[in-house]
Each structure stands twice: as C-alpha cells, then as structure tokens.
C-alpha cells in the first residue's frame, strides 16, 4: 500500500475538521469537527506507524489509543458544558456566548414555555377547531 492515500485522506479529513470549527455556529457541530480533526490525527499515526521503522514497536497505534480515550473524554467534557450552555441561555448558539459578563440564567418559567410549545407538536393549538366540541364534528 502506497503511504500517500492515507496520508491526504487525513489531511482532507483534518481540513474538513478545521472548517467546520471555523464555520459552524452550532456548539455540537463544533465538537463533532473537533472528532473529525482527531479522527484523521488517528489515521496519521497508524499510517506512520505501518509505513515507518520505528525504535518502538507498534507505538502509532498505541498513541492513536491514546487520542481515543482523550476523545471521549473531550466529548464527556464538552456534551457536558453544551448542555449547561443551553440551560443558562436556552441556546447552543457559539457567537451568542458572551465571554466577559456573568451568565445570566433564563427564567423557569420560560424555558418550560419553550419546551411545552416544541415538545407538545402533535398537540393542536388552542382555538384551532379541532380540540373539545367543535372536534366532535
């Protein structure tokens, strides 16, 4: 096997990776371009690994272990801070974090409007004819 092919296929995948962090406003897209990045570092190290005679054996793929558990738990870690994101501001939104104020949490009230309006979508809305006696017709 020719090393080349993998080689640029990590740097595509490495370079899609960087555009999605850059471009993506979506914190969950945002780490799924962080895998993405890490995923083609993975494909580095086993290719390298395979293709050159290292003093250590096998050690590619033992640092491409490594990412992997650094990749989960950076996924655990940042699932986590998205999650309280969207619970102090109702949004995963990254251009709308503002870095220097102290959050400010959203009213409960609100956030169980927001969730009874998107949960409930079977639901009819009120005064729409099709709930009480005028469904009855």
Do not use: C, W
């Amino acid at each position: 096997m020719r090393p080349v092919v993998p080689y640029v296929t990590a740097a595509l995948l490495f370079g899609l990776g960087v555009y999605g962090v850059l471009r993506r406003r979506n914190a969950v897209l945002v780490l799924m371009a962080v895998e993405l990045m890490l995923n083609a570092v993975n494909l580095i190290l086993v290719t390298a690994d395979t293709t050159a005679k290292a003093a250590l054996p096998h050690g590619g793929q033992v640092f491409a272990l490594f990412v992997i558990v650094l990749a989960a738990a950076e996924i655990g870690v940042g699932l986590a801070i998205v999650l309280q994101l969207y619970r102090l501001r109702a949004s995963v939104a990254v251009d709308e974090v503002p870095l220097t104020e102290p959050p400010v949490p959203v009213p409960a009230a609100a956030v169980a409007e927001r969730s009874a309006t998107t949960v409930g979508v079977d639901r009819p809305a009120a005064g729409s004819g099709v709930d009480g006696a005028e469904g009855a017709r």
